[in-house]
């Protein structure tokens, strides 16, 4: 959706859904909204902002996604902004999707929310999963007992959209909201001290919060409404309220919203039977979620999705890799009157970077169909689950697991395979990390450099790398989590719903959502930097010995002195930029033993430019083997390629973000390379 339907549809009513992450959220969005969407960030911060708009009987919406939220406590960003939304801005219209087969999990949220001045509906979704499990749910009976709206759903065979269109309908036309006061979610003891703290808080609470509403989320530890109500009250009125504040006010408040639930919940009825299903699922999960054998389950699915993607996608990336070099050939001799530089640039500046992004385009949409299809059919909590105590130890949550381990095969997939990451900070924090990775490309180099350096002992290079790599992973956590997004880290709700049968049109739709982002963002920039790196290699004179990037590695080459390097080698270190195979193409052009380029776009999806052997040869006779293990070291740690750094910026959506991670990573490419040179000069 582009920025004047955003516009037209300013004086609609506002619909806001809102869901704890698994409960198809997303399809029911994706569902009412259809292809009038629009993807940015909240104002003032990094998390994704999903807005649309819909038209039912003649009526116009706007339709906002929150982020994924268990409660409306200050526990994350997420929650913050979701709760912030429903409070400050007040929706026309307030969904909460409820995953039927979860309910005394996903029923939390209704509790949150109910005490507001909101008009709810419940989504019930996933009925026919609840029904596989033996629940046949009476919905008008739970609505009676929550007081609001509850359509049942299944959202992924578009089951109860029009039954949710009309709700939608009946809700905004319908009068003031009414709210829950407490004393119908809450009960006994846990009533007794909400009733007292919103009698010390009387008539101190800020616009738009309500006085029941603050007094329970001081109960409940809120950080944010602990500060709000610190700076309002006097000294003596804040200590009565903060000896009141406890670890069991907290789990009493919290267990009495669960006795509701439960009142809720019995009030469905419940239908025993089906349960071979469950049998089968629950057998899996005993091996899924055990603490070693899980970890093995889960290494092995996911490199079966590895493989799965390379197998989907590989056939037409590799198809537009190998076609362009002959466009770009076939340019050039169409082009044979116009001026060299001017073919050149169409041949080598534009279609080598429009190639690049486009075969970039397949390989992601593959990545996205797997990493779509392990989240459609519930599996990717248990992933968090088994491998989050080992992720811990980097202040990481289970699911970052996924795309250290897809970076192995490319640092592109691992970058996209964050999306499965909840948390925004977390997720930040993963795709950072997880180009630090070494990919196939690199560890190409690695073997080749090693091997005619260092022959046999090439394995202990390799286990020096990858210490310094879990080294630097280390580092980059705490420089991250302490400096650049600070805050404290929330406990990880293990949510482990049920599994699911995949639904193509859900897969689908997550795969080409995500794809269109990239499309917007990542391809112009692939394009866009495959275009300098032609005019800075071409330029002044069409030889890329003398050109302005021969020119910069000469003018680094006191940095690069540091590492051993020369010029060549310091230029062949920024090519890495463009890919990492480039940086071997560089080196062979620049030491006179390959086919002359023009520039450096033109070396990539060239083959055969050069013979390993005489490579190999050259290299040991004119660098030191300190230097080439510098060399080793800088360009593992070195800005990944171009297409890792699209998919970067396509992910964060912000220049500054990129940018601030391409100088991370160039730094500590110069810091590895100047240690591990000075170290080798010991022992070479």
Avoid at 112 to 119: C, G, N
Avoid at 247 to 256: A, E, H, I, P
Avoid at 621 to 642: K, V
Wanted: proline share 4%; aromatic share 10%.
């Amino acid at each position: 959706m582009n920025k004047s339907t955003l516009k037209s549809v300013q004086n609609a009513n506002t619909v806001a859904l809102a869901g704890q992450p698994n409960t198809g959220k997303s399809t029911i969005f994706n569902r009412l909204t259809g292809s009038k969407q629009h993807v940015g960030n909240w104002p003032g911060k990094t998390v994704e902002k999903k807005e649309g708009a819909f038209k039912y009987s003649g009526q116009s919406y706007k339709l906002v996604d929150l982020p994924g939220t268990y409660s409306l406590t200050a526990n994350s960003l997420e929650e913050i902004i979701s709760r912030d939304f429903i409070i400050k801005e007040q929706p026309d219209v307030l969904i909460v999707v409820v995953d039927a087969s979860q309910l005394e999990r996903t029923l939390y949220l209704v509790a949150e929310t109910a005490m507001l001045w909101t008009k709810i509906i419940v989504a019930l979704n996933m009925m026919d999963i609840a029904e596989r499990q033996g629940r046949a749910l009476i919905t008008e009976t739970m609505g009676k007992k929550m007081g609001v709206k509850v359509v049942p759903m299944i959202a992924s065979k578009n089951k109860g959209i029009p039954e949710l269109l009309e709700a939608i309908k009946e809700c905004a036309d319908s009068g003031k909201p009414e709210r829950k006061p407490a004393q119908q979610i809450l009960e006994g003891d846990a009533l007794a001290l909400v009733k007292k703290v919103k009698l010390i808080i009387k008539g101190c609470v800020p616009s738009p919060y309500l006085e029941e509403w603050t007094a329970l989320k001081l109960l409940e530890g809120d950080e944010e409404i602990s500060g709000i109500m610190r700076n309002r009250l006097e000294p003596a009125k804040w200590q009565e309220i903060d000896s009141l504040v406890n670890d069991n006010s907290v789990l009493l408040v919290t267990g009495s919203k669960y006795e509701w639930i439960q009142k809720i919940i019995s009030s469905s009825k419940q239908q025993p039977g089906r349960e071979k299903t469950l049998a089968r699922q629950n057998k899996f999960d005993k091996i899924a979620t055990h603490p070693v054998l899980g970890k093995f389950a889960a290494l092995g699915i996911l490199l079966f999705a590895i493989i799965a993607a390379m197998i989907v996608g590989f056939p037409p990336a590799m198809a537009v890799m190998k076609v362009m070099p002959k466009v770009a050939e076939g340019t050039r001799t169409l082009l044979v009157s116009t001026p060299v530089w001017f073919s050149s640039m169409l041949a080598d500046g534009v279609i080598i970077g429009v190639g690049i992004a486009t075969a970039l385009f397949f390989f992601l949409m593959a990545v996205f169909l797997v990493v779509g299809f392990l989240e459609d059919v519930g599996y990717l909590p248990r992933l968090a689950y088994v491998f989050d105590p080992f992720m811990q130890r980097l202040g990481l949550y289970g699911k970052s697991f996924m795309p250290f381990l897809m970076s192995l095969s490319c640092n592109i997939a691992g970058v996209l395979g964050t999306r499965v990451v909840d948390s925004w900070r977390q997720r930040f924090i993963t795709l950072v990390m997880s180009p630090i990775i070494p990919c196939l490309a690199i560890w190409g180099v690695v073997a080749f450099i090693g091997t005619v350096f260092f022959g046999a002992k090439t394995p202990l290079v390799v286990v020096a790398l990858l210490i310094v790599i879990v080294f630097h992973l280390i580092i980059t956590s705490f420089l991250l989590r302490h400096i650049v997004v600070k805050g404290d880290r929330a406990g990880l709700i293990m949510d482990l719903p049920p599994y699911h049968k995949p639904n193509i049109k859900t897969i689908w739709g997550y795969a080409w959502m995500n794809g269109k982002a990239f499309l917007k963002r990542g391809f112009t920039l692939i394009a866009l930097v495959s275009f300098v790196v032609w005019l800075l290699s071409y330029f002044p004179d069409g030889n890329i010995e003398t050109s302005f990037l021969a020119s910069t590695g000469k003018f680094l080459n006191p940095i690069g002195e540091l590492m051993g390097f020369d010029w060549r080698l310091m230029v062949a270190l920024i090519v890495a930029m463009a890919s990492k195979e480039a940086s071997l193409a560089a080196i062979a052009v620049l030491f006179g033993i390959g086919q002359k380029f023009t520039s450096v776009t033109g070396m990539i999806g060239a083959t055969g430019i050069y013979k390993q052997e005489a490579l190999g040869s050259i290299l040991v006779q004119t660098i030191s083997p300190a230097a080439a293990l510098a060399f080793i070291f800088a360009l593992t740690f070195s800005i990944p390629c171009i297409g890792t750094m699209g998919a970067f910026y396509s992910e964060t959506k912000s220049l500054k973000w990129t940018a601030g991670a391409s100088v991370y990573y160039t730094v500590s490419s110069l810091v590895a390379g100047i240690l591990v040179y000075n170290i080798s000069l010991l022992f070479f």
